[in-house]
């Protein structure tokens, strides 16, 4: 790639209004008609540091205003003629200057790298909700329906808010962490059970169950093909994101990269940038020694739709391979760890 780049300035004349133009596809004057996806991009940083600056499509017209247009194009293996390239007005010295330092700033940037996307998990169908968590439902009712308290380990979860039998509801508590509360403290320690919360890390809530069992050792709870793997197994894609890219980018409308994505952060001594939106990218984050680049889209629904364009707008600035990685744990079933067919269920609930 690099040894195809070729800079170039040019003039013609184009109809579009603005002090700069940033142009989204242009013809170059060595390798003829190019593409430039991160045309977007880079209007939104020159209007960030105050110009007047417009992503449009480029080219000669025969009318509207003369520019002079500041480039470079190189040959992408997959999108074939790509590049980078803004006008300024003919009679304007300053402009001309902003275009030609602009162009040279984002050329620096330009390199091969990859995009480490986590992945998405198991897919649960639209209407319905995970069989573990049906699971879990049904443990709670269980133990509520015995008359015991339900100590749900983990954050706080909306997950059992809309169990049958309201008048149960006071019975359950949520437990985050291993401190043993005074509101605890108080139970009949024979009638106390416990599920884990779905967003719970398992691992982390096996340290707050040890201590739950030496204080209340007759505590019953779910069988361990009930807990949720979910959230360890997101954390675990997240550190393996992290270990392996050079920078860590959290694309999140809230400004927030939520509880996990912090954890693996924290963790592997990564660098986080956190975007609210795909135009934040500015070309200091694009160094050469950028290189790996794990991207994490935040929990708003349309995320998805964000991370798709931020990854067009990279694929202007170099060959982009975007790889999806994804931890994912199965509890296995083995025919001779099951009870039988025909044991009593107080044998298979206890």
């Given amino acids: ?130 069989a573990g968590l049906r699971r879990s439902r049904s443990t709670v009712r269980a133990f509520l329906r015995r008359g015991d308290a339900v100590l749900v380990i983990g954050p706080a979860t909306t997950a059992f808010d809309h169990l049958d039998g309201a008048e149960n509801r006071h019975r359950l508590y949520t437990v985050p962490g291993p401190a043993i509360t005074a509101e605890l403290e108080r139970l009949d320690p024979d009638r106390v059970s416990f599920v884990f919360s779905p967003e719970v890390v398992v691992e982390d809530a096996t340290r707050t169950l040890r201590v739950l069992r030496a204080r209340f050792p007759a505590l019953r709870g779910q069988h361990p093909d009930e807990w949720p793997y979910r959230s360890a197994d997101r954390l675990d894609t997240l550190v393996a994101l992290c270990s392996a890219a050079d920078e860590v980018w959290s694309l999140s409308p809230s400004g927030r990269p939520g509880r996990l994505l912090g954890t693996a952060v924290e963790r592997t001594a990564s660098r986080l940038r956190v975007l609210t939106d795909p135009t934040d990218v500015r070309p200091d984050w694009l160094t050469l020694d950028t290189r790996t680049i794990a991207l994490v889209p935040g929990p708003a629904a349309r995320t998805g739709e964000a991370v798709h364009r931020l990854i067009t707008l990279l694929g202007g600035l170099g060959p982009l391979s975007v790889v999806q990685r994804q931890m994912h744990s199965t509890v296995l079933s083995f025919a001779g760890a099951e009870a039988p067919a025909n044991a009593p269920d107080r044998v298979r609930n206890s």
């Fill in 1 to 130: 790639m690099n040894r195809t780049k070729r800079q170039a300035v040019w003039s013609d004349t184009c109809a579009a209004d603005g002090d700069l133009l940033v142009a989204t596809s242009f013809d170059h004057p060595g390798y003829g008609p190019a593409v430039a996806p991160a045309a977007a991009l880079v209007a939104a940083a020159l209007r960030a540091e105050g110009h007047d600056a417009r992503a449009v499509p480029a080219g000669p017209t025969g009318h509207g205003t003369s520019r002079s247009w500041h480039g470079f194009a190189y040959l992408d293996p997959r999108l074939g003629t790509v590049g980078l390239a803004v006008g300024a007005r003919a009679d304007d010295p300053d402009g001309q200057r902003v275009a030609a330092r602009c162009t040279a700033t984002w050329e620096r940037t330009v390199a091969t790298r990859r995009i480490l996307l986590p992945g998405l998990g198991v897919p649960v169908p639209r209407g319905s909700e995970p």
